[in-house]
Structure formats: structure tokens, C-alpha cells
């Protein structure tokens, strides 16, 4: 079943802005040649000055763990959270499907 990956961005001084650009476009054209990749849109936000999400739909876990993990990408990551000075946020979701009682995680 197809995942969306969330990916969280807070670019709190506009000047970066030049210098992050490039890096993000690759992180995206890079991606969207993994196996496994479908799609992803970026979107800013309207009420939160300088921030940024990007849904990334894969078919499986998998293939984005691959992704995620994969050298190239990792280095090109490190740059862009050194400049944004903080870590980019990841968080991964399913469909649910009607009908289907959603997984809640125990708090340990």
C-alpha cells in the first residue's frame, strides 16, 4: 500500500532561501528517479512565515527507507539542515481505509 511522507522545512531567515533552493531541487529530482517514488508536491504555509511541507507518496516504506538512507541523499540533507540550523521533521502515514480501526502507538 502506497505511503505519503510528510517532510517539514522552517526557514526562519529568508536570506537562506538562495542557498537552500538548489539543494531542495536536488533532494526532488533525485527522488523522483528511486524506485518505488510516485509523486510529491510542496506546499508553503499561510499563517506560518517560513514554513514548508513536502508530501512524498511512495508505494512502499520501503522504498523511501531506501531513499532516505541512501548516501547521496544523506549529504545533500546534512547541507540543507546545517543552513536551515535545525533538523528537518519526517513523519510517515497510510491510508486508512473505511471501515478499518486505525493503529494508535502505546506510549512507553
Not at 502506497?2 to 522552517?10: E, F, G
Not at 524506485?35 to 508553503?44: A, E, I, K, M, N
Not at 539542515?81 to 502507538?105: C, N
Request: glycine content about 4%; aromatic content about 10%; hydrophobic content about 40%.
Amino acid at each position: 500500500m502506497a505511503v505519503s511522507i510528510i517532510i517539514q522545512r522552517i526557514v526562519k531567515d529568508p536570506s537562506m532561501a538562495e542557498k537552500l533552493a538548489p539543494l531542495i531541487v536536488q533532494l526532488r529530482s533525485r527522488a523522483a528517479v528511486q524506485p518505488g517514488f510516485l509523486t510529491d508536491q510542496t506546499f508553503s504555509c499561510l499563517d506560518c512565515k517560513g514554513e514548508y511541507l513536502v508530501i512524498s507518496t511512495w508505494n512502499f516504506l520501503e522504498d523511501w527507507n531506501r531513499w532516505m538512507n541512501h548516501q547521496e541523499r544523506l549529504k545533500i540533507q546534512n547541507q540543507v539542515d546545517e543552513l536551515l540550523g535545525e533538523k528537518t521533521i519526517y513523519r510517515y502515514y497510510e491510508p486508512v481505509v473505511g471501515g478499518i480501526t486505525p493503529r494508535f502507538q502505546k506510549d512507553t
